[in-house]
């Protein structure tokens, strides 16, 4: 579903499946709004789709039951990033150096904590871990010990690589364990390690700008691709991302 699409009657989510298209959700028409969505995003195991739209609020999709969840709005603020987990059942919002929570099953506001980050490009949250980054490219990480936010505890504070010239700040993922993130920097990737707040890899092997940085759902494959069209899937060993070296060293010792 293109974000760039001029909705007039509503949303209409639709997925391929064996070769047939289906209908996944869609607004009802008592919820339609003619909206320029900013984006689109998807929750942790994808049963709810996050769009993002310009009149600061956020629809949410139940895309199990393809129907219409809710809304999310605070009132005199622009949400700029926005994830949701099934596991932990909250929705976390990020604003100009707020950060907001509100609980999944029925879109009720939970709090507010404050972020040292301005204008925020993006949000993950996995197992009990928030992260954000910010158009400086500055990541922070919050441990998340209940679904209030005066609870989250930062979880140490990841090195900044602002001066290295960040390119790419919307693509970022972590881990569904929540111990690993990755996001993509110009040809690269790189991959922290949450608990520490350390770069632990850079990952070589892109031939352009890397626009998309997924973990498979159980956390073994790293999935990136970039503007030439390359896609690359990288194996995950216990903390560690395996680099292509790796996987050729293995194929020759096998």
Do not use: M
């Amino acid at each position: 579903v293109s974000a760039r699409a001029k909705l007039i009657l509503g949303y209409e989510f639709i997925r391929r499946e064996r070769g047939k298209t289906k209908r996944v959700a869609s607004i009802p028409g008592d919820q339609q709004r003619e909206i320029l969505p900013r984006a689109l995003r998807r929750s942790e195991h994808g049963g709810y789709a996050l769009v993002l739209r310009t009149d600061e609020t956020v629809d949410i999709l139940n895309t199990s039951q393809r129907s219409y969840h809710g809304c999310l709005k605070v009132p005199g603020q622009v949400l700029q990033a926005v994830a949701a987990s099934e596991d932990a059942g909250f929705v976390v919002a990020a604003s100009f150096g707020q950060l907001f929570a509100f609980t999944l099953d029925d879109c009720q506001f939970r709090g507010s904590r404050p972020l040292s980050q301005g204008d925020v490009r993006w949000l993950a949250l996995a197992r009990g871990v928030v992260a954000s980054c910010d158009e400086h490219g500055e990541l922070t990480v919050l441990e998340v010990r209940g679904k209030s936010p005066r609870s989250w505890t930062p979880r140490g504070h990841l090195e900044s690589h602002a001066g290295r010239g960040l390119r790419r700040l919307d693509q970022g993922c972590l881990s569904p364990d929540g111990a690993l993130l990755a996001r993509g920097n110009k040809k690269t990737v790189e991959v922290y390690q949450t608990a520490t707040g350390t770069l632990s890899q850079i990952l070589y092997g892109h031939t352009d700008t890397v626009q998309f940085v997924r973990f498979a759902a159980d956390g073994n494959q790293l999935v990136t691709a970039d503007d030439d069209n390359r896609v690359i899937i990288w194996p995950r060993s216990a903390e560690k991302i395996l680099t292509l070296e790796d996987a050729r060293a293995a194929s020759r010792d096998s």
